[in-house]
């Protein structure tokens, strides 16, 4: 287990050796949130690195990764426990055909850890060999306000109450990082617990460094076009503008292909590896490309 970073630069240097290059600024709100032990809330468009800080963060510290995927009509028994009634019925059916069904001690056995299914809260909650986990609670906009209102109890006092067994209660606080795509807004009450920041598109200069690190065989100059194209279909008026999540994925189709430098015709082939709808895909094809890659050439001639 390695010990929590002290300082900013301490925390980017954490997180690039797991190759995720993080700037200053986030750099100082995940060192604030290690320091302070305050959830962290990061909100941003889909694929721009919000899930892989977490998991990164939980690999450079050598801790557990507890992730609890958001969706829509998830509720509290999903989100920490479920009993396990299977087994449950088991033990009753052998209790009474045994002939030794005592009603309140089967009672209490069976509503013990014995039968406990847990899940992403109560395990997050639970002492860990490594040291508090790290809880990654994504996409939580996919839930619905009654969730939000649930979560309160386990970000403000990082305890959960089962009525069978009563509250349950973190020795030591899991590292929270709650992820946002925003598609819809998420209640004030929820992000006055957590420090807040706004995951971006990187710069030309980040994202290359990004992109090197994460796809460190392709040439310099491709990585270049790849970024430089990336970022101008960003510009575009597309549905779903590609992040750098689809940046890396395309640099390493184009290396599986043993391209060395992007054409319109390597681009119509591997779009899909960029674009996730149709229309995109369909207004990007044939003289679109040819444009927007000789608009990218001279940009990159001229910087």
């Known amino acids: 287990m390695t010990e929590i970073p002290a300082s900013i630069d301490a925390v980017q240097s954490l997180l690039a050796g797991e190759d995720y290059v993080c700037g200053r600024p986030l750099a100082t709100v995940v060192f604030l949130a290690l320091k302070l032990g305050r959830p962290l809330f990061l909100e941003g468009e889909a694929g721009t690195g919000k899930t892989e800080i977490a998991k990164a963060l939980a690999m450079a510290l050598g801790r557990r990764l507890i992730r609890l995927q958001c969706y829509e009509g998830l509720d509290a028994a999903s989100a920490v426990c479920d009993w396990n009634f299977a087994a449950q019925m088991i033990a009753i059916r052998t209790a009474e055909a045994g002939g030794t069904a005592n009603r ?140 750098v999540a689809e940046t890396i994925d395309w640099a390493k189709c184009l290396l599986a292909l043993d391209v060395i430098d992007l054409t319109p015709e390597v681009i119509a082939d591997t779009l899909g590896a960029l674009l996730k709808y149709q229309d995109d895909i369909a207004r990007i094809q044939g003289e679109e490309a040819k444009r927007l890659l000789e608009e990218v050439r001279r940009e990159l001639a001229t910087a």
């Not at 089962?162 to 590292?175: D, K, Y």
Request: proline share 9%.
């Open 104 to 243: 309140e001690a089967l009672e209490s056995e069976l509503f013990s850890e014995r039968y406990l299914i847990a899940r992403p809260l109560l395990e997050a909650m639970r002492p860990q060999s490594g040291g508090p986990p790290v809880l990654l609670i994504d996409e939580i906009d996919r839930t619905d306000e009654p969730f939000e209102a649930f979560l309160l109890e386990a970000l403000s006092d990082f305890q959960v109450t089962i009525p069978e067994l009563g509250t349950i209660r973190a020795p030591e606080p899991p590292i929270v990082i709650l992820t946002s795509n925003r598609t819809r807004e998420v209640h004030d009450a929820l992000k006055r617990r957590c420090l807040y920041h706004w995951v971006d598109y990187p710069s030309f200069a980040r994202e290359t460094e990004i992109l090197h690190a994460r796809a460190p065989e392709a040439a310099e100059a491709l990585s270049r076009e790849v970024v430089a194209f990336v970022q101008r279909l960003r510009s575009e008026d597309l549905f779903k503008r590609p992040g």
